[in-house]
Nanobody, 124 residues
């Protein structure tokens, strides 16, 4: 299995930027497609971005497209989420997740491995 640890969350003003990182350990990271999910209080967990194991295929939720960028570095066993032009509604706990398939998915049920989450708060 793979272990995931997120970092980079925090408090940011609207319009600001944050870069989340997810460090993976355990089995070969490049065997896993990765996703970034978020969950706000009282809301369902949603996939904001996903990336295939090679990094060649990306997908984004409509609410973040053009503002967030997912990337990965298989040499460093890491996946990143660059978040720009942050909005109040981006406030949530952000999780990275891994699935042992090459292709991406936005369904949280298809991800077997999860980090502990990092809080992102957008507030003035």
């Amino acid at each position: 299995q793979v272990q995931l640890v997120e970092s980079g969350g925090g408090l940011v003003q609207p319009g600001g930027s944050l870069r989340l990182s997810c460090a993976a350990s355990g089995r070969t990271f490049s065997n896993y497609a990765m996703g970034w999910f978020r969950q706000a209080p009282g809301k369902e967990r949603e996939c904001v971005a996903a990336i295939s194991k090679s990094g060649s295929t990306l997908s984004y939720a409509g609410s973040v497209k053009g503002r967030f960028t997912i990337s990965r570095d298989n040499g460093k066993n890491a996946v990143y989420l660059q978040m720009n032009s942050l909005k109040f509604e981006d406030t949530a706990v952000y999780y990275c997740a891994a699935r042992d398939r090459s292709y991406i998915s936005s369904d949280y049920a298809e991800y077997a491995y999860w980090g502990q989450g990092t809080q992102v708060t957008v507030s003035s």
